[in-house]
Every structure is written in structure tokens, then in C-alpha cells.
């Protein structure tokens, strides 16, 4: 009898995990109510056991793949036209139907807490927009869907992330990031096409941590944080005894100079990988697992954990031109949009005029572009809860250089300076109807060859700025808006688009990393 019932055990163990074993599983990105892109090839991936053909069927289209020897598969769906929702069934020894699938517009938003703020302060205690309990009333937009990717770092590339599509309702909204949400809205509303928006942010997270391992290590500027941040997790891994309470980490290798570089506390040892600043971990437990999920292009709002010196502001711009380009590599899909939001204003180190100075540097690149935020900031609070323009600025952006609308996109971007008698003239890009809102132009500032900047008198003349002083006879240089927080700064342009802070010298000091780096 015993025998007979072990066999039976056996026999039933062996049934499952043999079931098991055969499950045909998609990534938690295909799941119900998800939005796919139009226009272009949309890859759909799973695992399944090696060898077996996994088919995927969606709007008239069959695709059909083989598990590779790591259990891996992937189809990718031709060109999809707008619309659903839509079934997809994704079939092997076992199958799978999604349900209520879209097909329209999707952007990734990352960055750190700005994004991740979301639309009600119920879900983060630092966020909540103005008149959130508006905003989530009127949130009725079944077209609009968010992923939201559970936080996760990692010292290797994780094959999964967790997360699900929700639709946009009075029920969920307050749980959204609410640059994504709003940008996706005014997107929707614009478009009349679905919009999808993958939201994958970490507070307080560093450029750096949002790398791929690669593309730090063949960087000789950049490898020095890579080595430092292996040597500690590799004396973190070998002595557990560092880790316990009353020890100390005074004899493991030091913590990376990232970006961030702020001083840990002497005490017991932590693993560097749960550590938001340091290179690589988010990338490898956020953005390679949803690699290449098809997307149109990325926001990005990041940069407030920049205050580790002007080593680190003066790198900032070569590490985001780096993301950049390592992502459009590694999506594959050529130089999809990317577009940033510079700082806004505050009394704080963190939000000051050499970091948004670095951040427009991202303009040199190809499809870029970069929302100016210097007049909706909080003095005091580095989450300023009137996102509402913001979302109504990046939307702008893509509305004009994605989708072809016709309208200004940019406030008034420094161009050109030009002697005139005693004054300086100053040219715009995106300068038409200059205007100066509320009064008489504000935060000009001029320096003679002394480098000693003044207030300045500035009047608008056509798209120029004319700005002088009586202190300074023989003007070399103007600064507009170069302060942590040029309250009432007030150049705009007709569209009502404000005037990015800008200054034509070059006068900082330049230390040695930066020397590398710039080549002076």
C-alpha cells in the first residue's frame, strides 16, 4: 500500500513539473489593457520550454518563434494601424489571451521622483499636483493606459520586471506619475489616437545608475565609478561580517564618485546595488528587462541629484549624451525622440545654473528637445506640484517635431551676441513676438573684461534683447536667469513659452575631469 502510494506521489510530481516546464509565459508587458505602437515592427516576447514554437496571433497577424536553448522567444508584429481594443492570443502547449489591447502612441517616461511623482500626494507623500482632486474627478480618458514598473536594482540584467497596464479613471489616476499622465492626456486629446506611457522612475536616482554596464566601461571618463562600484560590491559579497550591526566600513574599498557623491555614514556595510546613485543598477533591474518593448520616443525628468561638485556637473552632459545614444543603440529603432525637462527654479543647490546649463547641452544631439520649467518652480520644494504646464510643454514638443503640427514648441533660445556701441545685442531662436511678461525685463546681468556681472537695463527691440549698464562701459559677456532661483525671471515669446537661462561666457574654472572632458 505504501509503494503504491509513493508511486502514485511520484507519478503526480512528475505530471507538474512537467506542466510547469511546458507553461508558455509572456513578459508582464503584454498584458491586458496594454497599448502597442503603430507604424512599426512591435516585438512581443515569453518563455517557453527550449525548442517549443510559440505563435502569436493579433489583428489578422500569426507570428510564430522557436524557444531558444535558454527557454527564450520573441515575434514581432508588422506594421499596426491605430486603433482596438483587440485581442492577442499567445499559444504553445498551453494559451494565453490578452484582452482589451490598444494600438496607438507609447513613450517611455523615466528619470527620478519628478517622474515617479504621481497625480494624488495619497500615493507619495511628497507629490500631489494643484487641484489634484480635480484633476483625478476629470480623469476619464479609457484610451490612455500606464505601466508602471515596480522599483528594482540589480548587478545583473534582470529578464523581467513587474507591473501592469492600468486605464486611466478617477479609481486609478491618483497612482500615475503625473508628468506622464499629463503629457499622455494632452497627447491623446491632440492626437485621437490610444496612448500607452511606460513609466519607469526611481527617486533620488543618479544618470549614472540608469547606464548599461558596456557603455561605462568603454568610457574612460566614466570607468572609474564602474571599478569603484565593482571593488565595493565584491568586499560586500566576501565579508558578511562587515554587514552586522556595530561593525563598520572603514576598510572596504570607497563608494564611487558618482554624480550624486554624497558622503555615506560610517557604520556597518550596505550593499552598493540598493544604492539608487550607483552606476548600472537601475538599468539592469528597470529598462533592459522591457528592452525593446516598441516605443516613439522617451521624457525624461532627472537631475535634481546632481551636487557632488563641479566634477560632476561638468560630466553630467557627457553621461546623459551617453544614455541617450546607448539607448537608441540598444532599442534599435534609430534616434527615437528624447526629450528632457531642465530644472526649475529653487533656493537649493541642486536645482542651480551650471546643472540646467548642462542639461541643454542634450540639444546637440538629433531629436531632442527640452522643456523650460524656471518659472514654475517652488522656492522651497524640490517637487513643485504645478506640473500642469510642464505636461502642456513636452506635449508641444511632440506635437511638433513627431507628429507635424504646426506650432511653437520652445521659448526663446540664446543664438548670438553682438557688440552695439556701449550695449550688447542679444539673438534669439524661437524669438517670435518677444515679450516681457509682467513689467520691464528682469535678471539681464553684463560684465566688462573684469568678469564683475551687474543688473542690467534690457529692452526688447524686433527678436533681439538690448542690454547695457551704466557701471559697465565696455561689455563682454550678459547672463540672463543664472541664479538658483531667478524669481520673476520674464522673457517669453509669443506662444507664451519662457526664455531658457543662458550665459555667453565661459568663466568657471575648470577642474581636471573636466579638463578631460572638454579638451581645454
Given at each position: 500500500m505504501?509503494?503504491?502510494?509513493?508511486l502514485?506521489?511520484?507519478?503526480?510530481?512528475?505530471?507538474?513539473t512537467?506542466?510547469?516546464r511546458?507553461?508558455?509565459?509572456r513578459?508582464?508587458?503584454?498584458?491586458d489593457?496594454?497599448?502597442l505602437?503603430?507604424?512599426?515592427?512591435v516585438?512581443?516576447?515569453?518563455?517557453?520550454d527550449a525548442?517549443?514554437?510559440?505563435?502569436v496571433?493579433?489583428?489578422?497577424?500569426?507570428?510564430s518563434?522557436?524557444?531558444?536553448a535558454?527557454?527564450?522567444?520573441?515575434?514581432?508584429?508588422a506594421?499596426?494601424?491605430?486603433?482596438g481594443?483587440?485581442?492577442?492570443t499567445i499559444a504553445g502547449?498551453?494559451?494565453?489571451?490578452?484582452?482589451?489591447v490598444?494600438?496607438?502612441?507609447v513613450w517611455?517616461?523615466?528619470?527620478q521622483?519628478?517622474?515617479?511623482?504621481?497625480?494624488?500626494?495619497?500615493h507619495?507623500?511628497y507629490?500631489g499636483?494643484?487641484?489634484e482632486?480635480?484633476e483625478?474627478?476629470?480623469?476619464?480618458?479609457?484610451?490612455?493606459?500606464?505601466?508602471t514598473?515596480?522599483?528594482?536594482?540589480?548587478?545583473?540584467?534582470?529578464?523581467?520586471?513587474?507591473?501592469e497596464?492600468?486605464?486611466?479613471?478617477?479609481?486609478?489616476?491618483?497612482?500615475f506619475?503625473a508628468?506622464?499622465?499629463?503629457?499622455?492626456?494632452?497627447?491623446?486629446?491632440?492626437l485621437?489616437?490610444?496612448?500607452?506611457?511606460?513609466?519607469?522612475?526611481?527617486g533620488?536616482?543618479?544618470?549614472?545608475?540608469?547606464l548599461?554596464r558596456?557603455a561605462?566601461?568603454?568610457?574612460p571618463l566614466?570607468?572609474?565609478?564602474?571599478?569603484?562600484?565593482?571593488?565595493?560590491?565584491?568586499?560586500f559579497r566576501?565579508?558578511?561580517e562587515?554587514?552586522?550591526?556595530g561593525a563598520?566600513?572603514?576598510d572596504?574599498?570607497p563608494?564611487p564618485?558618482t554624480?550624486?557623491?554624497?558622503?555615506?555614514?560610517?557604520?556597518?556595510l550596505?550593499?552598493?546595488v540598493?544604492?539608487?546613485h550607483?552606476?548600472?543598477?537601475l538599468?539592469?533591474?528597470?529598462?533592459?528587462?522591457?528592452?525593446?518593448?516598441?516605443?516613439?520616443g522617451a521624457?525624461?525628468?532627472?537631475?535634481e541629484?546632481i551636487?557632488?561638485?563641479?566634477?560632476?556637473?561638468?560630466?553630467y552632459?557627457?553621461?546623459?549624451e551617453?544614455?541617450v545614444?546607448?539607448?537608441?543603440?540598444?532599442?534599435?529603432?534609430?534616434?527615437f525622440?528624447?526629450?528632457v525637462?531642465?530644472?526649475a527654479?529653487?533656493k537649493?543647490?541642486?536645482?542651480?545654473p551650471?546643472v540646467r546649463?548642462?542639461?541643454?547641452?542634450?540639444?546637440?544631439?538629433?531629436?531632442?528637445?527640452m522643456?523650460v520649467?524656471?518659472?514654475?518652480?517652488?522656492?522651497?520644494n524640490?517637487h513643485?506640484?504645478?506640473?500642469?504646464?510642464?505636461g502642456?510643454?513636452?506635449?508641444?514638443?511632440a506635437?511638433?517635431?513627431?507628429?507635424?503640427r504646426?506650432?511653437?514648441?520652445?521659448?526663446?533660445?540664446f543664438?548670438?551676441?553682438?557688440?552695439d556701441?556701449?550695449?550688447?545685442r542679444?539673438r534669439?531662436?524661437?524669438?517670435?513676438?518677444?515679450?516681457?511678461k509682467?513689467?520691464?525685463?528682469k535678471?539681464?546681468?553684463i560684465?566688462?573684461?573684469?568678469?564683475?556681472f551687474?543688473?542690467?537695463?534690457?529692452k526688447?527691440?524686433g527678436d533681439?534683447?538690448?542690454v547695457?549698464?551704466?557701471?559697465?562701459?565696455?561689455p563682454?559677456a550678459?547672463?540672463y536667469?543664472?541664479?538658483n532661483y531667478?524669481e520673476?525671471?520674464n522673457?517669453y515669446?509669443?506662444?507664451?513659452?519662457?526664455?531658457a537661462?543662458f550665459?555667453?561666457?565661459?568663466?568657471?574654472?575648470l577642474?581636471?575631469?573636466?579638463?578631460?572632458?572638454?579638451?581645454?
Open positions: 505504501q509503494l503504491r502510494l509513493l502514485a506521489s511520484c507519478a503526480a510530481l512528475l505530471c507538474l512537467a506542466g510547469a511546458a507553461e508558455v509565459k513578459s508582464a508587458l503584454f498584458g489593457h496594454m497599448v505602437q503603430s507604424g512599426i515592427s516585438p512581443v516576447w515569453g518563455t517557453a525548442g517549443e514554437t510559440v505563435t496571433s493579433f489583428n489578422g497577424q500569426a507570428k518563434a522557436t524557444a531558444g535558454d527557454g527564450r522567444w520573441m515575434v514581432r508584429l506594421d499596426l494601424k491605430p486603433g481594443p483587440f485581442e492577442m502547449k498551453n494559451t494565453i489571451v490578452v484582452k482589451d490598444l494600438v496607438g502612441e517611455l517616461g523615466s528619470g521622483s519628478n517622474m515617479a511623482f504621481t497625480v494624488s500626494k495619497a507619495a507623500s507629490a499636483m494643484l487641484d482632486e480635480k483625478i474627478a476629470a480623469a476619464n480618458y479609457p484610451q490612455l493606459r500606464m505601466f514598473g515596480k522599483n528594482a536594482k540589480s548587478y545583473e540584467p534582470k529578464d523581467e520586471i513587474e507591473g497596464w492600468l486605464i486611466a479613471s478617477p479609481a486609478t489616476v491618483g497612482d506619475s508628468v506622464g499622465y499629463l503629457f499622455g492626456r494632452d497627447l491623446n486629446q491632440a485621437h489616437v490610444p496612448v500607452g506611457i511606460l513609466t519607469l522612475a526611481y533620488a536616482s543618479t544618470a549614472e545608475s540608469w548599461p558596456a561605462l566601461a568603454g568610457d566614466l570607468r572609474p565609478m564602474l571599478d569603484k562600484f565593482d571593488a565595493r560590491e565584491t568586499y566576501e565579508h558578511p562587515a554587514t552586522k550591526p563598520t566600513d572603514a572596504a574599498p563608494a564618485q554624480l550624486n557623491a554624497r558622503p555615506g555614514k560610517p557604520g556597518p550596505h550593499d552598493p540598493q544604492d539608487q550607483q552606476p548600472t543598477v538599468f539592469n533591474g528597470m529598462i533592459d528587462p522591457v528592452i525593446p518593448y516598441a516605443i516613439r521624457i525624461w525628468y532627472q537631475g541629484s551636487v557632488g561638485g563641479s566634477n560632476g556637473v561638468l560630466l552632459s557627457h553621461v546623459m551617453t544614455l545614444t546607448d539607448w537608441r543603440k540598444l532599442w534599435g529603432e534609430g534616434n525622440p528624447f526629450y525637462v531642465q530644472l527654479a529653487l537649493n543647490v541642486s536645482n542651480n551650471m546649463e548642462q542639461q541643454a547641452k542634450i540639444l546637440s544631439l538629433a531629436n531632442t528637445g522643456a520649467t524656471i518659472d514654475i518652480g517652488d522656492p522651497d524640490v513643485p506640484k504645478n506640473k500642469e504646464p510642464l502642456d510643454r513636452l506635449t508641444k514638443i506635437l511638433a517635431n513627431v507628429y507635424g504646426k506650432e511653437e514648441f520652445s521659448g526663446p533660445v543664438a548670438s551676441m553682438k557688440m556701441g556701449g550695449a550688447v542679444i534669439f531662436t524661437h524669438a517670435g513676438g518677444l515679450t516681457a509682467d513689467g520691464p525685463l535678471w539681464f546681468q560684465a566688462g573684461a573684469d568678469q564683475k551687474v543688473d542690467a537695463e534690457a526688447i527691440e533681439t534683447v538690448v547695457r549698464s551704466q557701471q559697465v562701459s565696455a563682454v550678459v547672463r536667469a543664472w541664479d531667478p520673476g525671471a522673457l515669446n509669443a506662444a507664451g513659452l519662457p526664455a537661462p550665459r555667453t561666457d565661459t568663466w568657471d574654472a577642474t581636471p575631469i573636466a579638463v578631460a572632458f572638454t579638451g581645454k
